[in-house]
């Protein structure tokens, strides 16, 4: 870890003061570092080599950008510009969060001083090939999700549907993910993230001011609802009641969810999912593969469930249509380059219903 860096001090960090960083909940403050630090890679590389516009664009960050993080080892293709992130990722309860980490990780890490620091820096507890896995599936879903809105990136020539209908768009276990503010997706879009009340409480509270700072991109309207994904009554309640129509059709993402749930508690899910959306509706999942025991980190012990092959938990719920599995080598042929080692850790499939 590089403490000697310290372009921020504590006095300027946000009082966030949030349940966020207990239990499962907090893991969306570890994705959320990944996207800060692959956001400051970004606007690094467009302030050596973008065009004006480009630089116009970024210039709100440049208070906030961090000369000396160390970031390189996001490959410039991977680069995402998600400001939000830098924002969530600073606070008070991201500090508290490092620190509760960093103790049980390294109890003898001297802790003392640790207030002083940006926690930008300290966010390098967490290994670099993580940071860059969340890079890599960042850019892959939202290279993903913006197709589904324009046909000349789609690449699913066997669609029978129209590509621009997906006006629904379903964020499960959404985290501090902010596609609805910064992709390029229709402004008559209604984008939906549901996640549990401790996230969404903090998301919406750092949005506010956050939104001020960093303008969004996107005019779509964003719809989010506290719920407990395992209990499927309750958040498809939540859903119905918040505006989803099940008679259009819609686009769901799941990212970085399906590891906490039980084998059981997945097929209920995307057994309702797929009850609950139209025909030619599509899905998209991320989860984590198979890890042989003695290369399980600590936060394994935390997944309930793991995958070499998520496309049959979608088969089996009845998205038997465009079945699309994708793993890491391919995102990092799209993305990498050829000093990127990412091991395979992690799978993506995308697929529709036939309903
Ligand atoms: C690793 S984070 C991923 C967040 C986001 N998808 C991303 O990639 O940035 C896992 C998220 O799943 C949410 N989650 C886990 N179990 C859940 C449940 N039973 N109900 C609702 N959300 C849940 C957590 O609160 C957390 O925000």
């Known amino acids: 870890m590089n403490n000697s860096d310290n372009n921020q001090n504590s006095s300027t960090i946000v009082n966030s003061n949030s349940d966020i960083i ?39 960050f440049l208070p906030y950008f961090q000369e000396r993080l160390s970031d390189s080892f996001i490959p410039p293709k991977a680069g995402i ?14 500090l508290e969060l490092i620190k509760k980490t960093i103790a049980k990780v390294d109890p ?14 300290l966010w390098s507890f967490i290994s670099e090939s993580a940071h860059l896995r969340v890079a890599f599936r960042t850019k892959y ?23 621009n209908q997906f006006k629904q768009l379903i964020i499960l276990g959404a985290g501090l993910d902010t596609r609805a503010l910064r992709l390029n997706i229709p402004d008559d879009t209604v984008v939906y993230e549901l996640d549990l009340l401790e996230v969404i409480e903090y998301k919406k509270r750092l949005l506010v ?33 918040a505006g989803f129509q099940s008679d259009r059709q819609s686009l769901w993402v799941l990212e970085g969810l399906l590891m906490y749930l039980t084998e059981s508690d997945i097929k209920i899910l995307l057994d309702t999912i797929n009850q609950l959306c139209s025909p030619a509706s599509k899905i998209l999942i991320h989860t984590v593969n198979e890890v042989p025991l003695e290369k399980r980190t600590l936060i394994f012990k935390e997944f309930n469930s793991l995958t070499d092959h998520p496309e049959n938990y ?42």
């Not at 510009?81 to 991201?94: E, I, M």
């Not at 003898?108 to 820096?121: E, F, R």
């Not at 290279?143 to 590509?163: A, G, L, V």
């Not at 960093?214 to 309640?237: A, H, S």
């Open 22 to 60: 207990n239990g499962v909940a907090r893991t969306s403050l570890f994705v959320s570092a990944g996207r800060a630090y692959t956001t400051n890679s970004y606007v690094r590389n467009i302030l050596a080599n973008g065009s004006d516009e480009e630089k116009a664009r970024i210039v709100e």
């Open 81 to 94: 510009y998600d400001p939000y992130s830098f924002y969530f990722s600073t606070t008070s309860d991201a």
């Open 108 to 121: 003898d890490y001297p802790l003392a001083d640790i207030n002083k620091y940006n926690p930008m820096y």
């Open 141 to 163: 879903i939202d290279h993903f999700i913006e197709s589904q809105y324009n046909n000349s990136n789609n690449n699913d020539s066997n669609d029978n549907y129209n590509n």
């Open 209 to 241: 001011e956050a939104t001020k700072v960093f303008t969004p991109k996107t005019k779509c309207k964003l719809v989010q609802i506290p719920t407990d994904l395992r209990y499927p009554e309750l958040w498809t309640k939540s859903l119905l009641d």
């Open 314 to 355: 979608l088969i089996e719920s009845g998205f038997t249509k465009d079945i699309k599995p994708i793993s890491y080598i391919e995102i990092n042929q799209m993305f990498g380059d050829d000093t990127t080692k990412l091991s395979k850790s992690s799978m993506f499939t995308s697929a529709s219903n036939v309903r």
